[in-house]
């Protein structure tokens, strides 16, 4: 008998030394009001940093320091094991700038009409979701905890930036509505996923992704209301001082973020 409990012991022993695994830390921030906040202000941001470069360099070079400048905020990004917001939203800032570069790439350089970009960067998100999903089963951004779910995570995000920019230059130049007008528009049309989302609980992730598109047109036409000059409709601000401004105000939060880490995913990891 006592041979069989000192082997009772001993197993007993062995099962609570086994190693403890735990899922892998989330990449992506808690889905908070200071995540919706700080997403709108770097549409913005993205899109007056990048007029202000091509216009006070010449555009390939301007691009070309654009897309150095966000692969260097992918690699950091890729590096770390677990959602740092001091790395995480920089590089939400370089795809915001790059993501606005692409479009106007497509209009500006090559005479796309924003329609057809619209199209044809609807279509480039729709295919890259179907993949993430044919692949993974899942789009919810809580599920962010491998290399290859990153990897769709950033395809997307830069096509919803560049999806969105084409959007609110047509909303505003093609349907003639104006940058404040599209800002309004927009602010309205968000504003179906929030109230759907709390009254009618659709499919989370659907709501999301609606939302995080629109965010981008709604940031992106304030913007440059805010950055064009008056006989554009705009408050004649220009494009550089709306950019520092709308920087100011992110560094404050993701400093906030990063010393409180209110959005981080604390059941994970």
């Known amino acids: 008998m006592g041979e069989s409990l000192l082997r009772g012991q001993t197993e007993a022993t062995a099962v609570s030394w086994k190693p403890k695994y735990r899922r892998a830390a989330s990449k992506v921030p808690d889905v908070t009001v200071y995540f919706w906040l700080i997403k709108v202000l770097t549409t913005g941001m993205g899109e007056t940093t990048s007029d202000y470069l091509v216009h006070q360099l010449p555009p390939l ?122 800002g309004m528009m927009f602010t309205f049309v968000i504003a179906v996923p929030a109230v759907a989302h709390r009254r009618f609980r659709p499919n989370p992730i659907l709501a999301f992704w609606s939302a995080y598109i629109v965010t981008r047109p709604l940031g992106a036409s304030f913007a440059d209301w805010m950055a064009v000059s008056q006989q554009r409709g705009g408050l004649n601000w220009g494009a550089g001082p709306v950019s520092l401004g709308l920087s100011a105000v992110i560094l404050v939060l993701v400093g906030y973020l990063a010393f409180t880490r209110k959005d981080v995913d604390r059941s994970a990891g």
């Open 61 to 182: 070079a301007a691009v070309a320091i654009g897309g150095a400048a966000f692969a260097a905020a992918l690699v950091l990004q890729f590096a770390v094991r677990c959602y740092v917001a001091w790395i995480y939203w920089p590089a939400v800032v370089m795809v915001s700038v790059f993501g606005t570069m692409a479009a106007d790439v497509l209009h500006i350089g090559l005479g796309i009409p924003y329609v057809a970009s619209t199209v044809f960067f609807s279509i480039a998100l729709l295919a890259v979701f179907l993949l993430w999903h044919r692949s993974e089963k899942t789009l919810s951004i809580h599920s962010i905890h491998t290399r290859r779910r990153e990897g769709y995570y950033w395809a997307s995000i830069l096509i919803t930036f560049a999806l969105g920019t084409a959007v609110g230059d047509m909303t505003a130049m093609s349907l003639n509505l104006g940058y404040l007008g599209s």
